[in-house]
């Protein structure tokens, strides 16, 4: 139970609506009386992953992932019970209870609160304090106006070796975990600690709770490296996380798109410049994970790198990550190989939301940029461009828009498209063998616990039915259940009922243990109407006679195993007994 006892959870869970949370990260549409969008916990086309206002579930038939807001909160960020609790609680404004609760998510916790108190130290900086002079020349010079940079919470670390150090320990921080948290780096001759961020720009990054969890430096002036940013901690990953993300969601969801940039100023003069759906990548090729994570959100991206050579190159790394994963993709150049943080100082705004508007095809850009390294009337150059494309089609999961993709690439390359197809489908046996000789195989959904339909009429009647509930689950007893994969929902009715406790989807879900909560989560998922008390009761005898058939088979095996008299007749005693409690249920 989370710190705080089951108060505290109770009034996180009622504060909470499913829906709204779930539709943060996941877009979804009316279907019926539930809600349903694209599952994210395994990659999929269609959508299998439901959610239900009035039970307050979620429920994926494809990956068999289910529970409540708390489970979601928990598969979504990776995180514990109790530190699920402590995100849900200060989303819904709940005051967290403090108490002990678990070593690892106290670390996070720490680590959390040493990134925000350093946001806040370098925001102070930036605004109000002397020291903070330079960057503020800096991002005069660079245009970012005093509301960008209040809106994104952009600071300054000055060019001294103790600022944060020294302040942070001065508000109870231990060097220990502001090292922890990538903020300080020990001396070499382990005298001490020093801060790592020093005379830069500092763009705090957040995750999708909007915890800051790690920094991101621009150095001020000549030196390497320009860019500094957190090393990987607890908290912070930068292969899973997205520069702006939690700022730009939204904007996002509403645009239907998300524009990917390389770097923070890039971002920054977006957003300035009112769009509001960038995210940049954190000082890393675009990764598997950040491709997953938003994926969340939208099927569209523009890709927005740099247009010399080095940010095509890393525009066709970035294509097959998002092809991949069934994202529609475009690709926009500026003038002049210019990136967007240019690009908006010498022109406006609308002249970028024009050309983002005409962004080209991923397929039209990579043919655009075959055309202008090579001659591709010359058959070896077009070999090498067919070579250099084809590998990023393969990467399309439907077949369909493979075929349409191929012929569209026939038609500007002048070949045939069956000798295309023919290339992507060697392609795709390379890959595969390249795939299967050195990493192992995904592992596959898991196969969902087998479920009678008795029980689950019987689990949906006790809780969907008052009468059902109020004739039926007193009656029930332990063994009655036994070794079906239903007992301890219904051990868990029973227990709130006993308490005095209303018997709901939501407050099973909040005694249940995780599988049996996944199991619960699918029942409810059912849309058919729920059985009433007659039909509970025969769904009950059902099960009570399964149960007492196998129990007539082990005992009927047992016999034919034993050669001695008196085990023997016992054996024999109790499968009539059985046999004509069998029969008298008839």
Not at 90 to 113: F, H
Not at 180 to 185: P, S
Not at 505 to 510: I, S
Not at 549 to 556: A, I, M, P, S, Y
């Amino acid at each position: 139970m989370a710190a705080g006892g089951p108060d505290f959870v109770s009034k996180v869970r009622s504060s909470v609506d499913i829906v709204s949370l779930i539709s943060e990260s996941v877009p979804l549409k009316k279907s019926g009386r539930k809600f349903r969008g694209l599952c994210p916990f395994h990659n999929e086309k269609t959508p299998s992953f439901y959610v239900d206002e009035t039970k307050q579930l979620f429920y994926c038939f494809g990956c068999g992932a289910g529970g409540d807001t708390f489970k979601f909160v928990m598969l979504r960020e990776g995180v514990e019970f109790l530190e699920a609790a402590r995100l849900l609680a200060r989303r819904a404004g709940v005051p967290v209870p403090q108490g002990g609760t678990g070593q690892r998510s106290s670390e996070r916790e720490s680590l959390v609160a040493a990134c925000r108190a350093a946001a806040a130290l370098y925001r102070e900086i930036l605004v109000r304090e002397p020291q903070g002079g330079p960057g503020r020349n800096y991002l005069e010079k660079r245009g970012i106006t005093e509301a960008t940079r209040e809106e994104l919470g952009l600071g300054f670390a000055p060019d001294r070796w103790d600022t944060l150090r020294d302040d942070l320990q001065k508000q109870g921080h231990r060097p220990e975990t502001l090292m922890a948290a990538g903020l300080l780096q020990r001396r070499e001759d382990a005298s001490g600690y020093y801060d790592r961020f020093r005379n830069r720009i500092i763009f705090p990054i957040t995750n999708l709770a909007g915890d800051v969890i790690g920094f991101g430096g621009r150095l001020i002036a000549d030196g390497e490296p320009k860019y500094l940013n957190s090393p990987e901690t607890l908290i912070y990953n930068k292969r899973e996380n997205l520069y702006g993300l939690h700022h730009s969601r939204q904007g996002i969801k509403e645009s239907g798109e998300a524009v990917v940039v390389e770097g923070y100023l890039d971002f920054a003069s977006l957003v300035q410049a009112g769009v509001k759906s960038a995210v940049a990548t954190l000082g890393t090729s675009f990764t598997d994970e950040q491709a997953s994570l938003l994926r969340r959100f939208t099927e569209k991206v523009v890709v927005n790198y740099d247009a010399d050579n080095a940010g095509e190159n890393a525009t066709r790394r970035s294509l097959e990550k998002l092809l991949s994963r069934g994202f529609a993709v475009r690709v926009l150049q500026l003038p002049s190989s210019k990136d967007p943080d240019a690009f908006l100082r010498s022109a406006s705004a609308d002249e970028y939301r024009r050309l983002l508007a005409e962004s080209p095809s991923c397929f039209e850009f990579l043919v655009q940029s075959a055309s202008r390294r090579a001659d591709l009337n010359d058959p070896a150059a077009l070999g090498a461009a067919a070579r250099e494309i084809l590998p990023v089609l393969a990467q399309v999961p439907s077949r369909l828009e493979r075929s349409r993709y191929v012929a569209l690439l026939a038609e500007r390359l002048r070949v045939e498209d069956a000798l295309l197809l023919a290339e992507i489908r060697d392609v795709m046996l390379r890959g595969t063998r390249e795939s299967a000789g050195s990493a192992p195989a995904a592992a596959p959904p898991r196969a969902p616990v087998a479920l009678r339909e008795s029980e689950i009429s019987l689990v949906r009647a006790l809780v969907e039915d008052e009468d059902a509930r109020a004739r039926l689950l007193n009656e029930i007893l332990p063994a009655d259940l036994e070794g079906s994969p239903v007992s301890a929902i219904v051990s868990g009715m029973a227990s709130l009922q006993h308490r005095g406790m209303d018997v709901t989807y939501a407050g099973l879900a909040a005694v249940l243990p995780d599988g049996e909560r996944e199991l619960l989560a699918r029942i409810a998922m059912r849309g058919d109407p729920p059985s009433g008390t007659d039909a509970a009761r025969r769904c009950l005898e059902s099960m009570r006679r399964g149960r007492l058939v196998k129990e007539r088979e082990t005992l009927q095996r047992e016999m034919e195993k034993t050669s001695e008299p008196g085990r023997l007749n016992d054996l024999l005693r109790r499968k009539i007994e059985i046999s004509r409690r069998i029969d008298s249920m008839s």
